[in-house]
């Protein structure tokens, strides 16, 4: 059951401003839901907010500083209380709280309170009291990979419960793994950006080593959520309207080894592809070095989930990638690709890598920039490695300067949008199944293919469309007729699949 509503006369407003990634979102939601549950009213605007929580990212510098920006900024609209303006507190949750706690509060003294991750499953009585005018100690850090993992028993209920919803007893699936009860933990969660795609996630943490990340040491080992709660939740999305489930966690491919079956991602993904009003399944985060062909086969064959993979090579040296603590080469990681095209020739490739990282000769930087060349890849995200504290690579000898990580930064760069630009290019005379995620006053109508992730990997423009006969969240046959950049524009009069 969910927490009884406060009286009306003891409701509060509060805004949620989510930074980072879509793992963030689904924490937002879920923070969201558990907000309500406890009798705070939600408001989109944080200047209409008496308490605003922004859920920081903790990733790479440039994330940290947008996190203390909007921290900064949220801490102005107090000081506008007083000519009338309604903002009291202002509350950092999410990775940058996590991984800084105490640190982060001292230096940040704007910020009213800094919770960790623990303190979300009482966040509305923790609000509260700071509204009450307590002064909660700030989260204390520490490395969450040496915490270990609630059992189910220990979360409690085996119901999950949506705000406006009676509890949803979960659905039984077919090989839940040795073990592994088809149970899961409570979800309460409230959507707050609406629209046709929702991230919905698979799991928790990492389990990897890699030697330039820190996300293990605040986000935990992994631990996978029970099927049965994903597939409740799942069933949920599409009630209020999800055409589009985007499954996110740290690493898809590890997706069930913790309960007992490292198969459950296959065996999941035509329940979820079946789920009532879902009309796509979209895969995100697999580590290549894990990325199985039952794996690759399950995403290309079963119908309704996305031709799409989201494989984080991070390089192509296999002398940088045993430093970074990872694995592979050029020839297994083009092997991997052959392998995904074969079985689903019009597949989306997304990609990132890591320039510059300690110890990358030129001919090793050479050897990526072949590799990006030969794979042909649809989206590309580069980025100049930076020390991230707490990671082994830190403290590396043969760091690159700051000019050469740049240079090599921008002509990777350039070299990866010309390569995703001649992939859209290719695309041309390709049918196409375009989620419409817009329609602008002008008629304008966006949206993506199968090929295109979420937010980060371009758009298709649809023309040929009837003057008001496509709505956001219609699943639109179109073809591609021609490409700026990676975006694709596809005429609904030249007809579908």
Known sequence: ????????????????????????????????????AGG?????????????????????EAAKQDSIDTLLSAADLKDDAGAGGVTRSVVAVGCLAERYGADLAESLPEADAVLGFDDYPDIASRLRAILAGEKLHPHTPSDRRKLLPITPAERGGTDVVVPGHASVAPA??????????????????????????????LASGCDRRCAFCAIPSFRGSFVSRRPA???????????????????????????????????LLETMLPELAAVDGVERVRVSYLQPAETRPGLVTAIASTPGVADYFDLSFQHASAQVLRRMRRFGDPESFLGLLEDVRRQAPRAGVRSNFIVGFPGETEQDFETLCEFVGAARLDAVGVFGYSDEDGTEAEGYDGKLDADTIAERVEHLTTLAEDVSAERARARIGEPVRVLVESVDEDGTVEGRAACQGPEVDGSTVLVGVGSGSVRVGDMIEAIVVATEGVDLVADVSEGGE
């Open 1 to 36: 059951m969910t927490t009884p509503a406060a009286p009306s006369s003891d409701r509060r407003t509060v805004a949620l401003v989510t930074l980072g990634c879509a793992r963030n979102e689904v924490d937002s939601e879920e923070l969201a839901g558990q907000l309500e």
């Open 229 to 263: 709660d994903v597939l409740s939740e799942a069933r949920w999305l599409g009630e209020q309207g999800v055409k589009e489930l985007f499954l996110v966690s740290e690493n898809s491919t590890s997706y069930g080894k913790d309960l007992g079956d490292l198969r």
């Open 172 to 201: 039984p699936i077919t090989d839940v793994g040795a073990g592994a009860p088809a149970t899961g933990p409570r979800t309460v969660r409230r959507r707050l950006e609406g629209g046709p795609m929702a991230p919905l996630k």
């Open 40 to 60: 705070f009213v939600l408001v989109e605007d944080p200047a209409d907010a008496e308490t605003v929580v922004v859920n920081t990212c903790g990733f790479v």
